[in-house]
């Protein structure tokens, strides 16, 4: 599967569906960001059943903004619509590799439990 345009229509829509969503926040003029365009998606096309998202900080600004991202390229992952990851820098491809694996191997019922108290925590603080 080959990488799919996000818009602020599509993100949350995106994002929240079951299963796992990596998502590139990338620019055009970002050297770094067009290093890390063909690991991104060699990876898409290496692993089918995941949704391989990028989002334009050019195009969608107001995205960006709303999700703090403050240095391209930013990777995020999601996992059944739980944010599990998010770090600035591009990763070399054994790293991707490593990412895709650990967000594979996370036990989503303790992942829920976690959100939850840290929200529990929060709302009495």
């Known amino acids: 599967m080959s990488t799919i345009a996000l818009n602020r229509k599509t993100f949350t829509e995106t ?3 079951d ?3 990596l ?3 990338w620019a055009a ?3 770094p960001c ?3 365009a063909p690991v991104f998606g060699a990876a898409a ?3 089918p059943d995941i949704v391989f998202g990028k989002v334009d900080t050019e195009a969608e600004p107001a995205l960006a903004r709303s999700l703090n991202i403050m240095s391209i390229p930013t990777l995020m992952a999601f996992r059944d619509g739980i944010l599990v990851f998010s770090q600035p820098g591009a990763l070399p491809a054994a790293s991707l590799a490593q990412l895709i ?3 594979r191997d996370l036990d989503m019922d303790a992942v829920r439990s976690e959100v939850a108290a840290a929200e529990g925590t929060a709302r009495t603080a």
Request: aromatic share 14%; proline share 0%; hydrophobic share 50%.
């Open 19 to 21: 299963g796992t969503v």
């Open 34 to 36: 067009r290093a890390f």
């Open 45 to 47: 096309e290496e692993h």
């Open 101 to 103: 694996a650990a967000v």
């Open 23 to 25: 998502v590139d926040f």
């Open 29 to 31: 003029w970002c050297g």
């Open 15 to 17: 994002v929240n569906r």
